[in-house]
């Protein structure tokens, strides 16, 4: 059983940047899909970027050219830098795992408990 925690959550404001972390309780190299997801207040969790086991990447359209996904197969654990943050972005962000590009987060068997991103215009 994997136990996933993100951080770096804060609080912005618009054009600013922050840096997500998700550290994985075990090795993430080669394992699975991994993939950051969000929700703002009273809408539906949205996939927003995900990364192949081989490192493969693949962005919402919404933030493309903005956000980026990687990880560190050593520390075991997966980021998101977000540049150029809009009011828009403000929501839970959560990583998960162990599903595939564009799923639903319903196909996803691992979560983190998520972290707070405010954007102020």
């Known amino acids: 059983q994997v136990q996933l925690q993100e951080s770096g959550g804060g609080s912005v404001r618009s054009g600013g940047s922050l840096r997500l972390s998700c550290a994985a309780s075990g090795p993430i190299a080669g394992w699975t899909y991994m993939a950051w997801f969000r929700q703002a207040p009273g809408k539906e969790r949205e996939g927003i970027a995900f990364?192949?086991?081989?490192?493969?990447?693949t962005y919402a359209d919404f933030v493309k050219g903005r956000f980026t996904i990687s990880q560190d197969n050593a520390k075991n654990t997966l980021y998101l830098q977000m540049n150029t943050l809009k009011p828009e972005d403000t929501a839970m962000y959560y990583c998960?795992?162990?599903?595939?590009?564009?799923?639903?987060?319903?196909?996803?068997?691992?979560w983190g408990q998520g972290t707070q991103v405010t954007v102020s215009s």
């Open positions: 998960a795992a162990d599903g595939g590009v564009y799923c639903p987060p319903h196909e996803y068997n691992y």
């Open positions: 990364i192949s086991p081989y490192g493969g990447t």
